[in-house]
Each structure stands twice: as C-alpha cells, then as structure tokens.
C-alpha cells in the first residue's frame, strides 16, 4: 500500500501524539562527525535464477542509486559515528543497530525511543560504539517484509588493538521468498509462523548463490559471518581448511577454539580465523549442515603464492567492556516463552502479521503497534539481575535484547557457554539463567529474532530507570 504522511500524521494524532523524542542525544554529542547518508530505497536485483526481483530493498550510501547488498559499515570502538536515514520507500522505516549498546534514542524502535521516519523524512542517528566486532543493522519497522525484501547490513566495528589479519571477508546470510520469475511471494504462512516460522525459496550469502570468494593462499583470514535471514538457524562447519571461532556475537570468546559446527540463529554473528589452503586455485567450502541436505554457503578459493601462516599466529581479540553481574545481590526475572491461544491482532503503522501466536509472561505483543504496554520490569539503573528463561515451546527462539549485553550463567542443553552476547539461541524445552547489568537507560525491548515470531506475541520490553 502507498502511505502518505498525512495519513500517517493523522495516524499518530489519534494515538494521542504524546511522544517527544530525538534532541537529547544529538544535541549532546558535541563533536559529531559527518554523517553517512544511508538512503533505503527500492532497486531491482537479480537474486534467482528465474529473473530479476523488482523492489527488494536496500540501503544506498551517500545518496546514491543502489542495487544488491547494504553496505558493509565500518565505525570504530570508541569513536563517534553519525548516519543520517534517507526514506525514499514508501512506508514508514527505522534503523536498529543490532547489538550496539549505544544511547536508548538511537535504538531505532518507533512508539518506543524515536518517531517513525516517513517516506521523504529524515532521521540523524548519533552514537559512540562502546565494543568492537560484528553486528548489523535493520529496520524495526515492518519488519517481516522490510528484512525481507533485504534491509539488513553488516555493521564492522573495529578495534585498533585486534589482531592483524591478512585479509578479512564478510559474509551475510539470508533466503529470499521468490517465486515465479524472481517475484516475491507471500512473506509467510500463519501456520507456520505458529511454528518454526516460514523458511524463504532462495538462500543467498552475501545477495549471490553460492559464490566463491578469493582469500591468500596460506594466509590468515577474518571472516565475519552474519545471519540475518528472518526464520532460517545454521550449523556452519568448514571443509578444506582449518579454521578457530574467535568471537560470537561481536564478543571474542576468551579462547578461540578450533571450528567444528556451530549453530548461530536469526540475528546472531560468528567471527572466524580461517587457515586458507596452501596452494593457488585451492578451495574451502563454508557449509550449511542443518536440516536433512547439507549446502554450501560459499567457497573460499586460494589465489597466489603461500603466505605461510599458521593459525596460532593469532592472538585472541580483546575483550569488551561488558560488566559483570553482581550474582550476589541479582535479582531473578522469570521470563516465560511460550504459545498461546491464536488472537487477531491490532493493525499498527509498523505492519501487522494479523495474528498473535506467541507470548512473554503470558503477554502477546507484536512489539510495535501503538497499543501501550506495562514493561516486563523496571529495572534499577546500575544493578545486577538474573533472566530465567524457560522456552516452554518445542521450537527454538533466537531472543534477543536490545540496549544491554548477558551472559549466559546456566542451561539445561548447552555444555558450552559463548561470551556475553546480544541474543541468545534458546533450543526446544531449553532453560537457560543469564545475568546483566542494567547500565543503560531506557527503554530495552527484547524479542525473538524469528521474525514472524517477534511481530505475533514474541516481544516485551524493560525499562531501566
Ligand atoms: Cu535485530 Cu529488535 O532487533
Ligand atoms: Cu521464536
């Protein structure tokens, strides 16, 4: 549908138009460095074999046309960085930088830390990035159909003190629901979004099928893996070199450990060091091998003379700044995943999915329909609690939380515990304690990154005062 601003504007008249947002943290970053002009737009890319896909969506980078992939965003840890989104869609958007834990007015959750942008409108986002590694960033707005039509970068957030690599490769993961011709269909099925959710037709790394991707022979490697498909979890396992996980979900694990499959969910990101093979024209395949067909992802060719490298040549990346939890004076949260009853749902600016099928405590709520809800809890600026998450459900749920980083203390399925993180990939029957520190304020909202899960139920928020 075409939306106006008008009728948006009449819109969030009627909502009571009680929101004022936006100055604080921009007005108070004193010395902000240009911005990057990020304009979401339309562009018609080729992604299947069956034709070109008109209007996928995407992010142009100073003002520019744009076909395929959002760019890649380089900031750096420590040092202020400024985007301005460009609207030239035609439905209201956003921008959430994925597991940066910057000022709550630059979250990027319309009704809840800023207005919607419009179609035509602008938005200045502001922020300081307190950790390295690799996030992402995305709409929060509409968002089954927004991600899915391809607004979904990688964010690269670099750390003067990182190793030095030889070469460094980004790979961003997603499926496509194409049909005939290259056309999209339907985003997804109500039955199964009350389940696994509903998987696209076209898997694509980096908006290509299966392509090679040229590193040094014997040299050493980054790889930087997104998932930011809006259902689909992967076991990834690399063949035909050697590899070690260094970090997860932008934190670096304290030691890296030599990649056999890891599982990351909607949302997640794995960084790898990958050994490239010895001799030019030599390939490692990146694999997918969850689900009955193994596939590959992408091959990594050797090109040139062995640079003779050796994985232990990397030293492991140093940690963030996350505080650690005073387990001692935490207070436990209950945070209960399960199904509910089906309910229609309310209609919202940000697009609705029509149902709820899902909910948290008990409370389904599709996160951003103006409709106001009370926050799972207040939480006490500066103190320590406990998340004790039970999926009550048979499926897994990548939930994420905005604004805060946990670590995982406690599971009932897991031996191993990855490094704090933005979003855990809680599996069937699961049950699992993490701990934060509640030292940012605002309004945090934490969701699972299924998406269709997120907009029928999966979603509340806390409120750290
Ligand atoms: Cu990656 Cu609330 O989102
Ligand atoms: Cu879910």
Sequence with gaps: PMFSRRTFLQGSAALGGAFAFGAGVAARAVASPDPQILTAQFADVRI?????????????????????????????????????????????????????????????????????????????????????????????????????????????????????????????????????????????????????????????TNWQRQPTIEGPAGGLVRVRVAATDVTRIYTLALEGAAAKVIALDGNPVEGPFPLDRIDIGPGQRVDLAVRMPESEGQGAMLSNFRGSQPWTIATFRATGTSLKRDLRDIAPLPANPIAEADLSTAKRIPIDLTATAEHKATASICGSLGYTFWAINKVPWPGDTPDPIAPIEELKLGRSYVLQISNRTPHAHPIHLHGLSFRILTSNKRSFLPPPTDTILLLPDEQAEVALVADNPGDWVIHCHIIEHQKTGMTGYFKVV
Excluded at 109 to 117: A, C
Excluded at 145 to 169: K, W, Y
Aim: with cysteine; proline share 10%; charged share 20%.
């Design 48 to 204: 299947s074999a069956d034709g070109v896909t008109p209007k996928i969506m995407t992010y142009g980078l100073d003002d520019a046309p744009h076909g395929g992939m959002p760019p890649v965003l380089r900031m750096r840890k420590g040092e202020a960085y400024a985007a301005r989104l460009v609207n030239r869609l035609d439905e209201p958007t956003t921008i959430h930088w994925h597991g940066l834990r910057i000022a709550n007015a630059m979250d990027g959750v319309p009704e809840i830390t800023q207005p919607y942008v419009y179609p035509g409108d602008t938005f200045d986002y502001v922020f300081t990035p307190p950790d390295a590694g690799t996030f992402w960033y995305h709409p929060h707005c509409n968002t089954l159909t927004q991600i899915g039509r391809g607004l979904a970068g990688v964010v690269v957030v670099e750390n003067p003190e990182d190793p030095a690599f030889d070469a460094e490769i980004v790979l961003n993961l997603r499926d496509w629901r194409l049909g005939a011709g290259g056309k999209f269909i339907d985003p997804f099925k109500p039955r199964d979004a009350a389940r696994g959710g509903t998987y696209g037709t076209v898997r694509t």
